[in-house]
T-cell receptor, first 116, second 110 residues
Framework: DTGVSQDPRHKITKRGQNVTFRCDPI?????LYWYRQTLGQGPEFLTY????????KSRLLSDRFSAERPKGSFSTLEIQRTEQGDSAMYLC??????????????FGSGTRLTVV | DQQVKQNSPSLSVQEGRISILNCDYT??????FLWYKKYPAEGPTFLIS?????DKNEDGRFTVFLNKSAKHLSLHIVPSQPGDSAVYFC?????????FGTGTSLTVIP
């Protein structure tokens, strides 16, 4: 499979618990992105890695959120002390710039988080 | 502040006809635009892109038009097919992150 893989697909957790999601990008893509999508909205940018370096973070990414990409391959997104407002679809995407600037993200299927 | 707007939450079109999905943006620094298609329970799928140096890009049944002076983007699908029924998001970028619209749900009626 050459797509972007995310695990788990669904996660239900109690408020206050910590959760961790994993993303495996397309192997030749050096850029990895995390987005969050809530109902009725488009995806919102959270953070971006180029190889193992985290180059951008959105102000949506509060102190309770941390993302890593330790070896420049897979990435994890951890949410500590989850709140009900964290319930959303968490999307991972990867990309590499093609020739002529014509590129697009490849998204994974997402992890749907429900905080109860 | 929504920098990318899709003002039509839904659109219904007869099979074989043209579907036109619209998108407006506010940031004149955006230089790259994409359209994504999303089926339920799946992540968005890249459809077509256009850079700000062009005003049109075509890929099979899909054509994207860019009007920079109006800050307006549109996606034309012709002929529309029932399998095109999905939510379509436009996205714009001035750097490494994309700003997405809220999506337009397209239904193609057989």
């Amino acid at each position: 499979d050459t797509g972007v893989s995310q695990d788990p697909r669904h996660k239900i957790t109690k408020r206050g618990q910590n959760v961790t999601f994993r993303c495996d990008p397309i192997s030749e893509h050096n850029r990895l992105y995390w987005y969050r999508q809530t109902l009725g909205q488009g995806p919102e940018f959270l953070t971006y890695f180029q190889n193992e370096a985290q180059l951008e973070k959105s102000r949506l990414l509060s102190d309770r959120f941390s993302a890593e990409r330790p070896k420049g391959s897979f990435s994890t997104l951890e949410i500590q002390r989850t709140e009900q407002g964290d319930s959303a679809m968490y999307l991972c995407a990867s990309s590499s710039r093609g020739t002529g600037g014509n590129y697009g993200y490849t998204f994974g299927s997402g992890t749907r988080l429900t905080v109860v | 502040d929504q920098q990318v707007k899709q003002n039509s939450p839904s659109l219904s079109v007869q099979e074989g006809r043209i579907s036109i999905l619209n998108c407006d943006y506010t940031n004149s620094m955006f230089d790259y635009f994409l359209w994504y298609k999303k089926y339920p329970a799946e992540g968005p799928t890249f459809l077509i892109s256009i850079s700000s140096i062009k005003d049109k890009n075509e890929d099979g049944r899909f054509t994207v038009f860019l009007n920079k002076s109006a800050k307006h983007l549109s996606l034309h699908i012709v002929p529309s097919q029932p399998g095109d029924s999905a939510v379509y998001f436009c996205a714009a970028s001035a750097g490494n992150q994309f700003y997405f619209g809220t999506g337009t749900s397209l239904t193609v009626i057989p």
